[in-house]
T-cell receptor, first 110, second 114 residues
Framework: QKEVEQNSGPLSVPEGAIASLNCTYS??????FFWYRQYSGKSPELIMS????GDKEDGRFTAQLNKASQYVSLLIRDSQPSDSATYLC??????????FGTGTRLLVSP | GAVVSQHPSRVICKSGTSVKIECRSL??????MFWYRQFPKQSLMLMAT?????????EQGVEKDKFLINHASLTLSTLTVTSAHPEDSSFYIC??????????FGPGTRLTVL
């Protein structure tokens, strides 16, 4: 079983700050990476996917991928209290399966 | 994103009974759907991959005779928890793979077995 590791947190940031969420993975051959947001008691919601080294921006979110270091991160600019949730990193294993990290809990204080 | 629905959203049943959970893709056809289970404060654990028109592929440690999966059409997969016991109480979530790479999740079903 391939591994995906995340710091469980909580990561606390003040409103308006940049939140930085990190994820490492064990399979050097992985090609597809995803960030999901999960509010308490709800199912995961896809935020971003990234497949190539470098940065990918979508609104306040930026995903960063470094395959050489087996590292993927998610930056949230201008963090809002509504961003408080658990953020799950997922890596595709094989053709279809996703392997999830345990998630990082983010708390944005007003 | 693609829309996936699940029914019921919440179910309470007695020990020994069977519970069926439906997962539907509403605005696309899903040849592959996935069933996950999530216990409190834990991450998602893949139970099985459901392929339309063929047998599901179960993950190691998941009893296929206890968790029956049927993917009879391109928009519907069902998970039946047979002879449910309290330890089966969990949050069951399905997802569907859109053409390409991304998976979208249903809203989940919270199962409580008394």
């Amino acid at each position: 079983q391939k591994e995906v590791e995340q710091n469980s947190g909580p990561l606390s940031v003040p409103e308006g700050a940049i939140a930085s969420l990190n994820c490492t993975y064990s399979d050097r051959g992985s090609q597809s990476f995803f960030w999901y947001r999960q509010y308490s008691g709800k199912s995961p919601e896809l935020i971003m996917s990234i497949y190539s080294n470098g940065d990918k921006e979508d609104g306040r979110f930026t995903a960063q991928l470094n395959k050489a270091s087996q590292y993927v991160s998610l930056l949230i600019r201008d963090s809002q209290p509504s961003d408080s949730a658990t953020y799950l990193c997922a890596v595709r294993e094989g053709f279809q399966k996703l392997v999830f990290g345990t998630g990082t809990r983010l708390l944005v204080s007003p | 994103g693609a829309v996936v629905s699940q029914h019921p959203s919440r179910v309470i049943c007695k020990s020994g009974t069977s519970v069926k959970i439906e997962c539907r893709s509403l605005d696309f056809q899903a040849t592959t759907m996935f069933w996950y289970r999530q216990f409190p404060k834990q991450s998602l654990m893949l139970m099985a991959t459901s392929n339309e028109g063929s047998k599901a592929t179960y993950e190691q440690g998941v009893e296929k005779d206890k968790f029956l999966i049927n993917h009879a059409s391109l928009t519907l997969s069902t998970l039946t928890v047979t002879s449910a016991h309290p330890e089966d109480s969990s949050f069951y979530i399905c997802s569907a793979r859109v053409k390409g790479n991304e998976q979208f999740f249903g809203p989940g079903t919270r199962l409580t077995v008394l």
